[in-house]
C-alpha cells in the first residue's frame, strides 16, 4: 500500500488507519476529517500572519523566493526588485501592479538600478548576464554575458554602467552603444566599488585586502593600498574626501591613499555595513554582533552605541538626521543620530531584509528579505 504523506504541521496530532482493499470506510466521517485538518491547517497560516504586525503601506509577492536587491526611480513611481527566483520586475509603487517584467536570467538575480535619470533600468545575475532595459518602451535595449558579477553600479551623471566581476577586471560601458574600456585585474575577485562624487575616479576594494583609486578616463592607477584584509564594503563621503571600508572600518584620505584612521570596537569587529553622515561629521558602523555605533571622525571618538541584538544587514539615510537599520530579524529602526534616541520600528517582514532603498524625497522606504517579499513603508515627516 502507498505511504501516506501528511503536512509537517499535522502529523503529530492525526492518527493514520491503513485499511484491507475490502473493507469499507465511512465517507461522512472522511470528510469530516478533512474538514478538521483544513481547518487546522487554516489556523496555523492565520497564526503566522497575525505573529508580526505588518505597517507597511504595500507589500510586493511576485517572487517566488529570496528577493535579494532594489532601486527606486527619481519620481518614486517605479520600483525595481531582483531575486533568487532568476527575474526581475519593475513595479508600480502605487498599487504593487507589474509594470515591466525582466526576463532571461538563469541565475539569481543580485543587482539591479535605474540610471541617472530613469530612463534606463539595469539587471544583473550572479552568473554575469546583464542586460539594460529602455523603461518607458518596455524593452531590452543592451546585453552583456560575461564573467560571475560581484557588483554594478550606474555612473550618477552619464550612461555609463560600470561592473566589478570574479576574475577582478571592472568593466565600463557606454549605454546603449556599448563602447567599452577595462580596468585590469591584479589577479584577486573585485568586491566592491563606488564612483567619487567627481564623477571622474572610481574607488575599488578586492578580496585580498586591496582597495585601489582608478582614472577613469585614462583607467590608470592613481594610488593603491594593501594588506586590508578581504575588503567587503565600501563607502565615499558626500564630499568625496574620505573613502571608508569594512570589515575593519579604515578611513583613508582620497587624497593621498592613507590610512587616518580606524573606527572599531575592538569587541565587534565584524563590521558589516557603514555610511557616512550627509553634513555631520560622523560614521556609523552596523557588525553581524548587532552593534550600532556613531563616531565623531573629528575627534575620532564613539558618540553612541546601541545593541540591536540581531547582525546588521544595511544603513541608508532617511530625512531629518533620521538614520534607517535594517536587522536579519525583519525590522527597520529609524534613530535620531542627533540623539542616538529610536523613532520608531517598521515591523512586517518574517525574515532577514536583504536590502533597503530610500526614495529620493524621503518620503519612503523599500526593502526586501528572504521571505520572498519586497514591503514598501511610509516615513514620517517629522
Not at 508580526?52 to 532594489?70: A, P
Not at 523603461?135 to 550618477?156: A, F, I, N, S
Given at each position: 500500500?502507498?505511504?501516506f504523506n501528511?503536512?509537517?504541521?499535522?502529523?503529530?496530532?492525526?492518527?493514520v488507519?491503513?485499511?484491507?482493499?475490502?473493507?469499507e470506510i465511512?465517507?461522512?466521517?472522511?470528510?469530516?476529517q478533512?474538514?478538521?485538518?483544513?481547518?487546522?491547517?487554516?489556523?496555523s497560516?492565520?497564526?503566522?500572519?497575525?505573529?508580526?504586525?505588518?505597517?507597511?503601506?504595500?507589500?510586493?509577492?511576485?517572487?517566488?523566493?529570496?528577493v535579494?536587491t532594489?532601486?527606486?526611480?527619481?519620481?518614486?513611481?517605479?520600483?525595481?526588485?531582483?531575486?533568487?527566483?532568476?527575474?526581475?520586475?519593475v513595479w508600480?509603487?502605487?498599487?504593487?501592479?507589474?509594470?515591466?517584467?525582466?526576463?532571461?536570467h538563469?541565475?539569481s538575480?543580485?543587482?539591479?538600478?535605474?540610471?541617472?535619470?530613469?530612463?534606463?533600468v539595469?539587471?544583473?545575475?550572479?552568473?554575469?548576464?546583464?542586460?539594460?532595459?529602455?523603461?518607458?518602451?518596455?524593452?531590452?535595449?543592451?546585453?552583456y554575458g560575461?564573467?560571475?558579477?560581484?557588483?554594478?553600479t550606474w555612473?550618477?551623471?552619464?550612461?555609463?554602467?560600470?561592473?566589478?566581476?570574479?576574475?577582478?577586471?571592472?568593466?565600463?560601458?557606454?549605454?546603449?552603444?556599448?563602447n567599452?574600456?577595462v580596468?585590469?585585474?591584479?589577479?584577486?575577485p573585485?568586491?566592491?566599488?563606488?564612483?567619487?562624487?567627481?564623477?571622474?575616479?572610481?574607488?575599488?576594494?578586492?578580496?585580498?585586502?586591496?582597495?585601489?583609486?582608478?582614472?577613469?578616463?585614462?583607467?590608470?592607477?592613481?594610488?593603491?593600498?594593501?594588506?586590508?584584509?578581504?575588503?567587503?564594503?565600501?563607502?565615499?563621503?558626500?564630499e568625496g574626501?574620505?573613502i571608508?571600508?569594512?570589515?575593519?572600518?579604515?578611513?583613508i584620505?582620497?587624497s593621498?591613499?592613507?590610512?587616518?584612521?580606524?573606527?572599531?570596537?575592538?569587541?565587534?569587529?565584524?563590521?558589516e555595513?557603514?555610511?557616512f553622515?550627509?553634513d555631520?561629521?560622523?560614521?556609523?558602523?552596523g557588525?553581524?554582533?548587532?552593534?550600532?555605533?556613531?563616531?565623531?571622525?573629528?575627534?575620532?571618538?564613539?558618540?553612541?552605541?546601541?545593541?540591536l541584538?540581531?547582525?546588521?544587514?544595511s544603513?541608508?539615510?532617511?530625512?531629518?538626521?533620521?538614520?534607517?537599520?535594517?536587522?536579519?530579524?525583519?525590522?527597520?529602526?529609524?534613530?535620531?543620530?542627533r540623539?542616538?534616541?529610536l523613532?520608531?520600528?517598521l515591523?512586517?517582514h518574517k525574515?532577514?531584509?536583504?536590502?533597503?532603498?530610500?526614495?529620493?524625497?524621503?518620503?519612503?522606504?523599500?526593502?526586501?528579505?528572504?521571505?520572498?517579499?519586497?514591503?514598501?513603508?511610509?516615513?514620517?515627516?517629522?
Amino acid at each position: 500500500m502507498d505511504s501516506f504523506n501528511l503536512p509537517d504541521d499535522i502529523k503529530d496530532n492525526v492518527e493514520v488507519v491503513y485499511l484491507d482493499d475490502d473493507e469499507e470506510i465511512d465517507d461522512e466521517d472522511d470528510m469530516d476529517q478533512e474538514i478538521s485538518a483544513n481547518e487546522h491547517l487554516a489556523a496555523s497560516e492565520e497564526d503566522l500572519d497575525t505573529d508580526v504586525v505588518d505597517l507597511s503601506k504595500l507589500t510586493f509577492k511576485k517572487h517566488t523566493m529570496s528577493v535579494f536587491t532594489c532601486d527606486i526611480s527619481n519620481d518614486g513611481s517605479l520600483v525595481i526588485t531582483g531575486g533568487q527566483d532568476d527575474i526581475a520586475y519593475v513595479w508600480k509603487t502605487s498599487n504593487g501592479e507589474v509594470y515591466l517584467e525582466c526576463t532571461g536570467h538563469n541565475d539569481s538575480v543580485t543587482e539591479v538600478g535605474f540610471n541617472h535619470d530613469s530612463q534606463y533600468v539595469v539587471t544583473g545575475d550572479m552568473s554575469g548576464l546583464i542586460q539594460v532595459w529602455n523603461v518607458k518602451e518596455k524593452k531590452l535595449v543592451w546585453c552583456y554575458g560575461g564573467d560571475d558579477l560581484e557588483w554594478l553600479t550606474w555612473h550618477h551623471l552619464a550612461n555609463v554602467l560600470v561592473a566589478g566581476m570574479e576574475s577582478g577586471d571592472i568593466f565600463m560601458w557606454q549605454i546603449p552603444e556599448g563602447n567599452c574600456k577595462v580596468l585590469a585585474s591584479h589577479g584577486a575577485p573585485t568586491s566592491c566599488g563606488q564612483i567619487l562624487p567627481d564623477g571622474k575616479r572610481l574607488a575599488v576594494g578586492y578580496t585580498d585586502g586591496q582597495v585601489k583609486l582608478w582614472d577613469m578616463k585614462t583607467a590608470a592607477v592613481i594610488w593603491q593600498l594593501g594588506d586590508l584584509e578581504d575588503v567587503t564594503c565600501l563607502e565615499i563621503n558626500p564630499e568625496g574626501t574620505l573613502i571608508a571600508i569594512a570589515p575593519k572600518s579604515h578611513v583613508i584620505k582620497v587624497s593621498d591613499g592613507k590610512i587616518i584612521s580606524q573606527f572599531l570596537n575592538k569587541e565587534k569587529a565584524d563590521i558589516e555595513s557603514l555610511i557616512f553622515g550627509n553634513d555631520l561629521d560622523i560614521i556609523i558602523t552596523g557588525s553581524l554582533s548587532g552593534q550600532l555605533c556613531l563616531w565623531d571622525i573629528g575627534k575620532q571618538a564613539l558618540r553612541h552605541e546601541a545593541d540591536l541584538k540581531c547582525p546588521v544587514t544595511s544603513i541608508k539615510w532617511g530625512g531629518n538626521s533620521k538614520l534607517l537599520v535594517s536587522t536579519t530579524d525583519g525590522d527597520i529602526y529609524v534613530c535620531d543620530v542627533r540623539s542616538g534616541t529610536l523613532i520608531e520600528t517598521l515591523t512586517g517582514h518574517k525574515d532577514d531584509i536583504l536590502s533597503m532603498c530610500v526614495s529620493k524625497d524621503k518620503t519612503f522606504v523599500v526593502s526586501t528579505s528572504d521571505d520572498c517579499t519586497a514591503k514598501i513603508y511610509e516615513l514620517k515627516a517629522e
